[in-house]
């Protein structure tokens, strides 16, 4: 009887240590809808202010294709920040940066031209 | 007493007779001698008789008494004794030859033909002038003289007016006929004409001799010849030669034989040999100008349509215009724009003549001699004969024109004037690629201009084409159907085509212009159907250094309206719509995100940041039923930073926190693991078999001790 029961307890063992053997399961991931949630980075948060007011100023009439991407680009970060793709988002926020840049000197463009419809 | 009278009358005829032989020869008396008869006493006497043209006096009482051909003697003593029958006392009768008269007849081109009374002595010219003189048309050298006896005698009237020769006349005698004859230039029919006229006729009366000079001199006309006569001296009597007359070849026809006079050159020599002598009978001829071949050191050559083509002599400082003004210049029907001046040694020069006129031109050329100018006749429009327009003038229109066809040209003309000519584009003309061919050695290059686009923005002329004669001009056609063009396609050149492909209504190949925009070709081609993915047309643009594909996103065009968004296409550009149904192996990873294990669909999905993971299992028709859906994973790949991370679905179902769905980006991968993937699933399959094996074993065991 102990000789049945040593040899269960090995095969048991034996089976555990071919269980353990095997990759664990990944952490569960975050971030999927963090355009739902509040910005945390600062970095971000500014890019979210400076869109804002682009928006504000009309870039969707002056730069409406640029404005989507923009929103889009800040959207990705925004998950990557809260995905923990920290790296990912510093890139794309570089980008942003430049495309907030495009927006605003078209913005600017655009309501120079404005004026000087309306003075003539 | 009456013999005694007789033997007296006898002595005194006797005594005169005796007398008469002594003092002066005895004398005949004449027809038209004047006697003298003497009788005192007697009224009837005292007067002349004058032996009239029988011969005969007439006596008073007596009668007529012929004294012809008598004595004065002899004659008195008829007289006495014809009066002895009715007058007494005749002893005192004197007869006497009171003078002598010459009685002929002037005959012909006299003014008062007649008998005329002359002197004596006188001449055959005394007895014209008593006839009145000569009329006009009298033919001087051949005036005839006929005697009594039947004998006549020609007489060079004229030799006598020219020599004085006063020999050349005859003596004229009683009854002599003076007969004038008309010239044969006086014709058959009598009219009046004056002196200059019968001059200008010439003075040939004689067929035979006459002289006939005719031709290019001022009074062509028959000369009487004379000996020694030259031909510059028929010529003068001509009135010279014209202006139109060839000096240099003169005809001269001497018993036959044609000998050709230069008259120029002996001119410019003065040698008398080449003065050929003109034989009685000679025929010159002075031809025109234009008839003979003129040519020579200083010949200009004036051809065409000029009032008086011809060759003109020129000298040093004639210029162009002198020598057309010297051809009475260009008609009516000249085209002045091409005149050509031929040149001695073959080369050809153009020159238009309003162009210079206009100030536009610079000098109009020198001309030498030896060189010809050629002005062209005025081509009409309507001219069938299009042969006499060479290439080098004209220019072919073809296509689409009212009007197409081979147009006469001129550099003065601009591309524009061209078109107007050829009644303008059609209204499937495609202006905006006209192809004017040009042709440089032989070669032809084509030039393309864009009609349309300067119509509508302007431009500088110099932008527009200059054209030149042998230059081919095409306006080609619009396409009539874009769509079933199939039969036409090759007309359609490929620089002017646009190609369109994939997912819309008529994909084909579209005739395309500049100003068109990428909406235009996609509407052309009836638009993008249902399945046309929107976000991934290209635009492969060709044509350029190199190669280069833009992606448009028509979908988001759509949706914000930026006209950033639609790229520049031009002709041979290639447009591309894919279809968002069909498997997008073409697609870069970038953009896809693959969805693999227990699901519906597995593959590879567009992902895009404004998607989630939700989305991608839906769109991958969502976990299977052995799916493990609370352990999947999402493998985020990146270049710096690659992560995974588990995503339970039915606790997010459950909860509906979104905090816990994870962040998938295009190029990430999911992974839905099935439920045989599970560890504790496993260690329990595991125990149980190794219980039923530890089971299998006790049991044996057991019974092997028994």
Redesign the interface.
Known sequence: ME??LM??LL??SL??C??LK?EP??????????E??EITDERARTQMARLTKAREQGA?VY??????DAD??M??IR??L???????AA?DMGSLDEKLSLIESRIARSSILSRRGRRS | MRIVERIAAVLFSFLISFATLAGEPETKLKIGDVLSIELPGEAAFGKPFQIDRRGVIQLPEIGEIHVKDETLASASASIRNALKHAFRDLDKLTVSLKEQKLLVSVHGYVKNPGNVELAADATVQMAIVAAGGLMQGAQLDRIQVKRTNGSSQEIDYKKYLDSGDMSLLPHLEPLDVIFVPASPLTGKVQIDFDGKTLAAAGDGGEERTAVKVFGEVNTPAIFAWKQGVTVIDMIMRAGGITRYAAPDQIRIINKGAPVIFNLASYLDSGDRKLLPDIEPGATIFVPKQVDEIRRGALTVYVMGEVAKPGAFETRDGATFIDILANAGGPTRFSDTRQIKIIRSNGKVEMFDLPSYTNGKSGAPPKVSAGDAIFIPEKSDTQEPSWLKIPSSRAVQVMGALYKPGRYEWSDDMSLFDLLAQAGGPTAHADISNIEIIRNEKDRAHPIRFNLETYLKGGGSLKDVPRIHGGYIVMVPELSQDPVDNKAQWTRQAPEKSIYVMGQVGAPGRYAFKDGLGFLDIITAANGPTGSADLRNIRVSHRGQAGARVTNV?LS??L????E??LPRVKSGDVVYVPDKNRESIDQPPSRMVRVLGAVTKPGRYQF???M???DLLAEAGGPTTDALQD?I??V?L?S??S??????MLGFAKTGD????????AGDLVYVPNKNQD?WR??RE??RD??Q??SL??II?ALGLK
């Open positions: 000789r049945i040899a269960l095969a048991i089976s555990g071919a269980i095997a399961w990944p952490e569960r991931g975050t971030g999927g809808f963090a739902w949630t969707s730069a409406a294709a640029d404005l989507v889009m680009l959207q990705r998950r990557e809260a995905g923990g793709l920290v790296t990912d890139m | 996103n988001l065009y949706q914000t309206g930026d950033r968004l895009t940041d404004d989630s993971l939700l352990r994973l999402v985020n990146s710096g930073q992560q995974a991370h588990a995503f339970d979104i905090s816990r769905v994870p962040v998938v980006r560890e496993q260690l595991e125990a190794i219980v094996a530890a074993f006790s065991s």
